[in-house]
Nanobody, 126 residues
Framework: QVQLVESGGGLVQAGGSLRLSCAAS????????MGWFRQAPGVEREFVAA????????SYADSVKGRFTISGDNAKNTVNLEMNSLKPEDTAVYYC???????????????????WGRGTQVTVSS
């Protein structure tokens, strides 16, 4: 079992920045891909970014490309999401997720991830 705990959420003004962190414990060696998703009221959960430990390959949603950066630490037990130039539409609950299966493409759908954190609220004020 993989346990994920998000942190770093909060309230920020439009144009500001936040850094989210996801601490992983348990069978972290089985987490081939780590991802960030977000969900706002009234909309479906959407993909934000993902990173594969092997090769540090990353993928981003078009809506955050150029503004957000996903990264991991050397121990591969923490994944971060640097969010810059935040917009009010970025307001959502952000979830950290782990995909422990081997896929040849970058997983961008929530159903492809087996483990989830409980989320952290990010609110961007105008």
């Amino acid at each position: 079992q993989v346990q994920l705990v998000e942190s770093g959420g909060g309230l920020v003004q439009a144009g500001g920045s936040l850094r989210l962190s996801c601490a992983a414990s348990g069978r972290t060696f089985s987490s081939y891909t780590m991802g960030w998703f977000r969900q706002a009221p009234g909309v479906e959960r959407e993909f934000v970014a993902a990173i594969r430990w092997r090769g540090s390959i990353t993928s981003y949603a078009d809506s955050v490309k150029g503004r957000f950066t996903i990264s991991g630490d050397n121990a591969k037990n923490t994944v971060n999401l640097e969010m810059n130039s935040l917009k009010p539409e970025d307001t959502a609950v952000y979830y950290c997720a782990a995909d422990v299966t081997v896929t040849f493409g970058m997983p961008r759908m929530s159903v492809q991830y087996e483990y989830w954190g409980r989320g952290t609220q990010v609110t961007v004020s105008s």
